[in-house]
């Protein structure tokens, strides 16, 4: 007797494609990488060292890949501008898919993929929201949801990188869809979770400043921005992105209930470790989103491929994915704009007037 | 040789009356409480245990109470509906005033408490924001100042009170200004301290809900609601006011400036007491804004004494407090109509297409 | 009608002596402090301007003190070689006392002043153990008698100085009675109120280095010390005490029931703000005791004073303090031979044979 | 090309064993799970179902597993009583030996291991110490061994277990070599690593008290214990071990130096979740030593695994963990007999006459 290992291949290899893939081939017992794919050479010798000795057969041609004999699923964790196009491929070639967020910058292109997906109803199609599988946010989830807390009406979430002072956010921002959809689009989705899946949104409105890098203004966007998101029953989200924490990374959420609330995160650490000085007592925080979700992204790998091998639903919808991007790509507009946003019940944009 | 103190009275002796009243009385060492006002019998009743044998003399009208004999100082603690009326006719009187916030409800009647000091500049006269005299607030200040967290850029601020389950802030909501106005106040009065008094706003927009007291909209006000404020100067404060923290009060502020932030309360606590048992570990909070702000208040008491005696500047400026009621109304008119709010570089409102 | 106050005189115009006189000066309302004394003239001229002013009597002498027209109590403040001395002449001027910790670094002469104040049971006579007026210690030992913790059992506690480098406190420990009667005092007496004032000694042993001060040594003293102490009926507690917190001071005590524990000031912090900055979350720590229990010392000064004026019991037993003593003195025994000490029920010292 | 991997085997399927087999053969990527040994029938059919799927051949006798073809090294995970006759076993067939602690109850017996491991020092030899690859121990350690907080001189470590009402711990007692042995074990490593492997004891005390399980008395144990360990270099470490804490598992170390301290999970915490609700904010806490040190023992696996592979230095020294049970035992012997005992320089007991 042998136990069934699922076979997948990793799209891409850059930063985050790396960590997929190893955490693929190392820390998800039930899966087994055995392909991986990225046009760019210096990803290709990284492979060479980490991937090819245990077994994992590297391709140039993401195609190619997916012709590879045996190939069953495949983790979408390449560049943004290509996660529809290859999750779409890998569905016509009857992979299950696992995309890296947002499945696209534009809602019509998220839209594709959800459409592909739905045509193909026996394949599992997830996208990766990497909170979804974090321990705290589950637990805050589970103790929302116990309802002793009453109904979650007010959320508070943020997502707050380090500060990166050689600039490259700027560039990054010419592709990244904006702040909001790509930051952001973790608080949102974080509330689409804790407030109903089907939540309507009646109205965003966002501002945002350009403190530390004036350059992002030519991208159409900040570095520090607030959103504020109506929903359609009574209940309403706000969301603080910024690139410019000094301390680290700092995403903290705030689900507020009519008879409690819980905190996520509310007092960033690295970990268990305080220092008494001169200065008073100090702790250090985690200084990227990796290092403050990295087992969420395991349990992640480890979920998803225990959905396919049980073929049961996999943990997070994918209509959501794309509801996401909605509303992240509104606030993004409504940031540049200064204009507020109104949508009717049907989620059809409409003038105040019209509401 | 017998030091010299401020005679004072009080108008007003409800629940924040009773307060200054005793404040002035016990732990303002350079004051002597003369006389208090109310017109009220029960508090009549009140002060005559607690107040007359000490030596104040008790007045029904409190216009008597400004021709007592020698009084040099007044406080004003009275139901907001009056403060601005009995800050000014103490003021035509000669009187020093420490004016209960806020001045009004209304920015007009705001201004005219502004205009009546501006007449007298040899008085005293100041608006009683407690939070200015906080020493964590203060010592916030004071590291924003020092230009190590550099330039402050976002502020994050929210008084957020316990649910009341009694319904009291329903019928309290007809003369309040609304939750704007009434409790957001000193989180815009903040703002104003850390950016600079002559900041000026740009737009505002606000959203609110009603999750516990839907009766809160016949009298045009929410339950929870969250605002943005953007400022012309590239600088942005989001606020957020609730009547339904279980927990207890929650004020927590976080300046955010370009190279570090600093935060005041974002963990609340009532003492340094935690407690371990089968739940974990837990830790009370402050029910009301009284439990968290005493010592700020007695500190009030006496910094406005000793600037009436050594005749020195009040600590904080009277047009910060018709400022903040001019951006509290205007939050609280785009929090019921929806409308994002704009203003031009004069202060003047004007429609987007004219900024 | 006119209130009641307690006339009192405080002896000692020290740190510690100021303190007490300006509490009872400006800070206890149903007290009247009428006078002070001190043999020393710069204490003298700073009372000059800091009490005489308010009507406050200064005499060089304190038996000239004790005659003063109308004086009903005395606070000794003075140093510690002297508490009993002024604590017993008070006694038998028909005065009441509150006497600063501890009564003295005998265990003989604490029991002379527990004699004298048995022999007038109509006086109140308090010694002042300030963590006993400490809200969050009160907090705590209610939580700990409500029962929902089980049987307290296990103490650990801690007075923790912050490091002075003038080495003030080698000369200091001449006089001091070393570091468990001049700090430990405070834990123990915890011990004895949580644990209950009867607790019974069955043995102490202790151990100490001197870290940053060996000429400690020469006063039988240490800078760094452990103490750990058995009572009888089952129950244990831990104390340590330091010279060389780098922090502040970290007075932290930890009540360990069957059910359940309690810690008071396991995390100390100055006040309620954090700094967030490229080194991490910091936060500040109290630098002395006195920033520590400031409050503290003023309710001690209040329910003294309302003990005496409603003839009630003082808050806290004196034959404690003598117990205190007993057992501090004991610890300091212990840390400089390294012999573990032993004690039979009746509080006789025994050798471990004849336990 | 393929990657090597270090052919291990797993002696024990106990409740410690049954994570070391997982940890090797999921979570370690360099080394393979090919065997796995167990007397018991129960772990056997629960080794049916998650090993022996995944190639690991399964052995009723540890004699038998010492056989398997290829096997290179062997984790002993077995109960206390046969750690070391099952390490030296291995070490006698030639395998690298990664031992979990202690390597016995008795100090001879401790020996014996180091002793079969010193005539083999081509063979990677190692006790488990689990917080030696705790990432906060490590960063605490790092952050005392830069010199920044001054000379290390004073520990204070605690092991406290949750109360488990069942009273297993009892009848585990019989075999444990007691609560020193067993659970502070921990915190000495922890002294020894801190202050140096040679750090010389110059005496140790104890205390202890049966406030739960008074049954405890009749293995010549207790259920709270604190000892005190007197080094010859001018340090002293203090530890306390309980089975009866009520929120869970409380492993809190304080490194205190000259200059400052570092402490390990002063604050311990499950995640990173608050909940606020009408008893104030409260958080959890591990229930188990495993949910605290989980990924401390994965980095053991991985890291004994590279030491073979690459033929470096183990992490930990093996006679650290014979000189943690010589100072465990005479704790654990001070604590029934009450007497101090005093140690010369070379390690001999001595009088405290012959001092």
Redesign the interface.
């Known amino acids: 007797?042998?136990?069934q290992r699922l076979k997948i291949g990793c799209a891409g290899l850059g930063r985050m494609g790396k960590r997929h893939a190893l955490n693929f081939?190392?820390?998800t017992?039930r899966a087994e990488l055995v392909a991986a794919s990225t046009p760019d050479d210096t990803e290709i010798e990284w492979a060479k060292v980490h991937l090819?000795?245990?077994?994992v057969k590297l391709y140039k041609n993401y195609d190619d890949m997916l012709k590879h004999e045996g190939l069953e699923a495949v983790v979408v964790a390449s560049a943004t501008a290509v996660h529809a196009e290859q999750a779409i491929k890998a569905i016509n070639a009857e992979k299950h898919v696992l995309c890296e967020k947002p499945l696209s910058t534009s809602v019509e292109i998220s839209q594709s993929v959800l459409d592909a997906a739905n045509a193909k109803p026996h394949l599992k199609v997830m996208c990766g929201f990497s909170r979804r599988f974090d321990?705290?946010y589950r637990?805050?989830y589970n103790?929302m949801s116990s309802g002793?807390?009453?109904?979650p009406?007010?959320i508070?979430s943020q997502t707050c990188d380090k500060l990166d002072p050689t600039g490259f956010f700027v560039a990054y921002a010419e592709f990244s869809g904006g702040i909001f959809v790509d930051c952001s689009i973790h608080d949102i989705d974080l509330s689409l979770w804790f407030f109903g899946q089907d939540s309507k949104v009646r109205?965003v409105?966002a501002?945002?400043?350009?403190?530390?890098e004036p350059d992002l203004r030519k991208h159409n966007d900040r570095d520090?921005a607030?959103g504020?998101v109506?929903f359609y029953d009574?209940?309403?989200a706000?969301f603080?992105a910024?690139r410019?924490?000094?301390?680290?990374q700092?995403d903290t959420s705030e689900f507020?209930?009519?008879?409690?609330?819980?905190?996520?995160?509310?007092?960033?650490?690295?970990?268990?470790?305080?220092?008494?000085?001169?200065?008073?007592?100090?702790?250090?925080?985690p200084q990227h989103y990796y290092d403050r979700f990295e087992y969420a992204f395991v349990t992640e790998a480890n979920e998803f491929t225990a959905s396919v091998l049980e073929n049961t639903a996999v943990p997070l919808k994918l209509d959501g994915a794309v509801q996401a991007v909605r509303i992240g790509a509104a606030l993004q507009e409504s940031l540049i704009t200064?204009?507020?946003i109104f949508f009717d019940e049907s989620g059809n944009r409409v003038s105040?007037a019209n509401?």
Chains 1, 2, 3, 4 share one sequence.
Not at 148 to 151: H, P, Q, V, Y
Not at 207 to 212: D, E, L, N
């Open positions: 007797m042998t136990a081939l190392e820390r017992p090819a000795p245990y077994g321990a705290s637990d805050a103790k002793a807390l009453g109904a009406s007010v508070r109205s409105s501002v945002g400043i350009t403190a530390v520090n607030v504020l109506e009574g209940k309403m706000y603080y910024s410019m924490m000094a301390a680290g700092e507020i209930g009519t008879k409690g609330k819980v905190t996520v995160n509310a007092q960033p650490q690295l970990n268990l470790v305080q220092t008494f000085d001169a200065g008073g007592i100090k702790k250090e925080i200064g204009e507020k105040k509401l």
